[in-house]
Structure formats: C-alpha cells, structure tokens
T-cell receptor
Framework: KQEVTQIPAALSVPEGENLVLNCSFTDSAIYNLQWFRQDPGKGLTSLLLIQSSQREQTSGRLNASLDKSSGRSTLYIAASQPGDSATYLCAAQTSGSRLTFGEGTQLTVNP | GAVVSQHPSWVICKSGTSVKIECRSLDFQATTMFWYRQFPKQSLMLMATSNEGSKATYEQGVEKDKFLINHASLTLSTLTVTSAHPEDSSFYIC???????????????FGPGTRLTVL
C-alpha cells in the first residue's frame, strides 16, 4: 500500500525567501507525482505533474523534482510571496489512476 | 482547460436526512470519476472510483450503502450520503479523468469541493 509523507507539516517564512517542501512515497512504482495547492475551504489547484520518466518540471517560480528510486520529490518555491500562503499537497499516482495524497505542508509567507 | 464543477458548494442538513452532491465535467468526457473526503487539517482520502455505466469501486472501510455513487453519463457523477450523521460532516471533493482521445488519460481534474455539515 502506497504511503505518502510530507515534511514539514507547517512552515512560516518571510517574504522573498526561497523554500523547499519535501514529499516521500513508499512504493516507487508510480506513474507520476503531482503537486497541488489548496487554499482554505477550497478545492485543489494543480501546480506541477512529473511523469515517472522525468526528473523535474518547472512552472514560473516553482520547480518540482522527482527521484523515483529513493521515493522522494521536492517542490522548490523561489522568491516566496504572501500570495503563496496555502497548503501544498503532493500525490503519487499508481495503477488505475489512483492518487495517494500526503497530509500537506501548510505554508505561511509573512509580508 | 478542463473544468470540473460540484453542486452544491456547501450544504447543511439535519441528522438522518440524505444529501446528494453532483460532480460534472464541463468541457470533456469523464470516463472515470473519483470521490474524496477531507476532514479538517487532514489530507484527501479516496472513497470510491466510479466508471461510467458500471458500479463504483469503494475503498476499504467506506460503506457503499451509505455513500451511493451513480455515474450515469460521461459528464455527471453523483454522491448521495444517506441517513447522514454529524460524523459525516466533511469536505467532499470529486475529480474526473479525461478519457478523450489524444489527451493525457492519467490527468485528473478536481472540482471545487462541497462542504457538508450535518447537525
């Protein structure tokens, strides 16, 4: 059974700082690894999707890496802004399009 | 881009009543839809997977007679919480997989969620 863990559970940083969110998964037989953003009381916004054959994906100030063999992914946020404050979830997709989510990292960027 | 809607966005009901939540794919055909539940400050837990025209597959520990799922068309799936109780209060999120030809069939698009409060 796939298990996904995210560290840290919460993070508070000053505006402008670069930061890294960590995600680990127990079963390396994944199709892809996805990062989502969730604002309080809202649904999910897809940020980045890394296929199992890829090592990283970039979108603007976001960069996600994937090391399948070690069961790890990181989300790097450059020059953080208060608008980046949200909960970030990673999810590993295995067979049958099944997504297993981590418990998220709650990020607060202070002005 | 692909859009998934949910209705209602929030609902408050009395204990013992049934509540229906709709999930629609607005601009694509969803051969498969997924229902998740999220308790406060917790992650999303998959409840069931539904394929159009067939019975849903429920995750272990999810009561299929309590959470009725119907996926009667390629653009609509419904989740009915029967005889709701306060412990069913949660945030319910659906997602849909685009089964269209030429698209990435492994991408799920998420709805905005439905907040259910059972009094």
């Amino acid at each position: 059974k796939q298990e996904v863990t995210q560290i840290p559970a919460a993070l508070s940083v000053p505006e402008g700082e670069n930061l890294v969110l960590n995600c680990s998964f127990t079963d390396s037989a994944i199709y892809n690894l996805q990062w989502f953003r969730q604002d309080p009381g809202k649904g999910l916004t897809s940020l980045l999707l890394i296929q199992s054959s890829q090592r990283e994906q970039t979108s603007g100030r976001l960069n996600a890496s994937l090391d399948k063999s070690s069961g790890r992914s990181t989300l790097y946020i450059a020059a953080s802004q208060p608008g980046d404050s949200a909960t970030y979830l990673c999810a590993a997709q295995t067979s049958g399009s099944r997504l297993t989510f981590g418990e998220g990292t709650q990020l607060t960027v202070n002005p | 881009g692909a859009v998934v809607s949910q209705h209602p966005s929030w609902v408050i009901c009395k204990s013992g009543t049934s509540v229906k939540i709709e999930c629609r794919s607005l601009d694509f055909q969803a051969t498969t839809m997924f229902w998740y539940r999220q308790f406060p400050k917790q992650s999303l837990m998959l409840m069931a997977t539904s394929n159009e025209g067939s019975k849903a597959t429920y995750e272990q520990g999810v009561e299929k007679d309590k959470f009725l799922i119907n996926h009667a068309s390629l653009t609509l799936s419904t989740l009915t919480v029967t005889s709701a109780h306060p412990e069913d209060s949660s945030f319910y999120i659906c997602s849909a997989r685009d089964g269209g030809r030429g698209t990435r069939t492994d991408t799920q698009y998420f709805g905005p969620g439905t907040r259910l409060t059972v009094l």
